[in-house]
């Protein structure tokens, strides 16, 4: 019988929400799965299947020893201080980890290929966030850039190093330009997740306010599971190349307010406040995507509607706000 080498994959911000799909993904697809946490990361414990190592995207000096050890054939760099509105009382910190964390990746990848001959596939979590003050709609490959946050700025950096990384030395680099993707295991700080979260507690009786900032903008919102899938069929491409990844459809806060809230038959507008604290310098005021690239070539599509992400968020926060009831 032909012997089959496992694939190896190596993940960055595998703490996080994009982290857990795609681990799960590559896991079920027989991958032997790796992850990067920071010595500071909440805990995820040792999952099964996952093996876990320290390192920083802020430090990297031991990114080429990791990659020595493992021998990754694909390494998805998730990794990065993705807050937005944080990212603008914490700019040098976001470009050091979002922009230059990228260029530590793909230089120590460029030295590995070198020392070993091996080739090392590498995947860029470039954003919607990047369009920024959006110069065409709907967004695509094409669209020029023009970020609106510190975060923005630093994911162009990163976008940019990527490609020169591949027309320079020939790297199998690809960016995935993904538009806003949710899931229940969305950070609590993200507007979607934030409303589901408290739309079940406020029903509960575990909360009766909720405070935000801009009600107005528009995002074209996904669901995680089916934005990791994109993800790996990029690094399955003969050729490494970039692509926007998004349902095509934006929807304002207003309307996701709606969605959650209507579940309990509640009107959120007795609930939410304004808080200036949750505005950000510049904002972004809609992004709505232009996929076709990533249909036509990678066969992706979207499988998850507005209202069925909505519904799935708003379940599975029900259920954690009647876990905190009982309690
Ligand atoms: P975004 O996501 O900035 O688009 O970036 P976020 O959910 O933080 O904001 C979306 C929109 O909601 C408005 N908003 C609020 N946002 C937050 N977080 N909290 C609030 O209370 C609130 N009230 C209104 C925001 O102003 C904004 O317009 C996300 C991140 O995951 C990035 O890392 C990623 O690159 C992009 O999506 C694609």
Redesign the pocket.
Known sequence: MAETTQRVAFITGISGQDGYYLSQLLIGKGYDVHGLIPCNAPGIGEPPGLNLHYGDLADGGNFGLLLDKINPDEVYNLA?Q????LSFDLPIYTADVTGVGVLRWLEAIRQHQIRTGRTVKFYQAS???MFGKVKASPQNEETPFHPRSP?GCA?VFGYWQTINYRESYGLFACNGI???HESPKRGE????R?ITRAAARIKLGLQDKL?????D?Q?DWGFAGDYVEAMWRMMQQAQPDDYVVATGETHT?REFLDATFQRFGLDWSQYVEQDPR???PA??DVLCGDASKARRVLGWEPKVSFRELAQMMVEADLELAQREVSR
């Open positions: 990065a993705s807050h937005v509105r954003s919607s966030e975060y994911k993904l538009f806003n700080g993200f507007v979607t934030k405070s935000l900032g801009n009600l903008s995002r806060i949750f505005l950000r904002e972004v």
